[in-house]
T-cell receptor, first 115, second 113 residues
Framework: GAGVSQSPRYKVAKRGQDVALRCDPI?????LFWYQQALGQGPEFLTY????????KSGLPSDRFFAERPEGSVSTLKIQRTQQEDSAVYLC?????????????FGNGTRLTVT | GNSVTQMEGPVTLSEEAFLTINCTYT??????LFWYVQYPGEGLQLLLK?????DKGSNKGFEATYRKETTSFHLEKGSVQVSDSAVYFC????????????FGKGTKLSVKP
């Protein structure tokens, strides 16, 4: 497919477990973004990659959150020792640039529920 | 700080009614402004954008004008259709940032036949 692909679509984790969320961006897109969307809220920025470089991680809520994009393509968002407040939809987006001129293309998200 | 405030929903309209969804912003520098839309079961997608003051973005019959004097970017459509039912998000990238697209909370629109 030509769009951004995220897996899994749904993830249920027990409190304290580690989770890994995967994002396959559109081929050739330089930029990759992760967002967190709580129920009834707009997406909140987590982190931004340009190729393999993580240029901005100011939105990561704690040191339990870690993101990587080692080869400048697929990215993984890892959450360690999950807490209930981590329950949200995690969105990945990619773009040809930083989003100013080329639009962000979003995946359908991973819905994480921490019990 | 940098932020976006948009009118709370849900907004329910009859087909062919006029739509306005208000959006105001606070930002450092000169932001670029966007409307993104999320149709049921689909991912967020760009609807329209404006990159400088007085620019008008338009797409699919929707329009929004970048008003620096009122720090606003209201979304309008003259005649809505049932297929416009979706959640609409106003967003900005502020001057000097890289990739930090800041979203409003979203406004759910339902159009009844």
């Amino acid at each position: 497919g030509a769009g951004v692909s995220q897996s899994p679509r749904y993830k249920v984790a027990k409190r304290g477990q580690d989770v890994a969320l995967r994002c396959d961006p559109i081929s050739g897109h330089v930029s990759l973004f992760w967002y967190q969307q709580a129920l009834g809220q707009g997406p909140e920025f987590l982190t931004y990659f340009q190729n393999e470089a993580q240029l901005d991680k100011s939105g990561l809520p704690s040191d339990r959150f870690f993101a990587e994009r080692p080869e400048g393509s697929v990215s993984t968002l890892k959450i360690q020792r999950t807490q209930q407040e981590d329950s949200a939809v995690y969105l990945c987006a990619s773009s040809l640039d930083d989003g100013r001129n080329s639009p962000l293309h979003f995946g359908n998200g991973t819905r994480l529920t921490v019990t | 700080g940098n932020s976006v405030t948009q009118m709370e929903g849900p907004v329910t309209l009859s087909e062919e009614a006029f739509l306005t969804i208000n959006c105001t912003y606070t930002a450092t520098g000169y932001p670029s402004l966007f409307w993104y839309v999320q149709y049921p079961g689909e991912g967020l997608q760009l609807l329209l954008k404006a990159t400088k003051a007085d620019d008008k973005g338009s797409n699919k019959g929707f329009e929004a004008t970048y008003r620096k004097e009122t720090t606003s970017f209201h979304l309008e459509k003259g005649s809505v259709q049932v297929s416009d039912s979706a959640v609409y998000f106003c967003a900005l990238i502020y001057g000097g940032s890289q990739g930090n697209l800041i979203f409003g909370k979203g406004t759910k629109l339902s159009v009844k036949p």
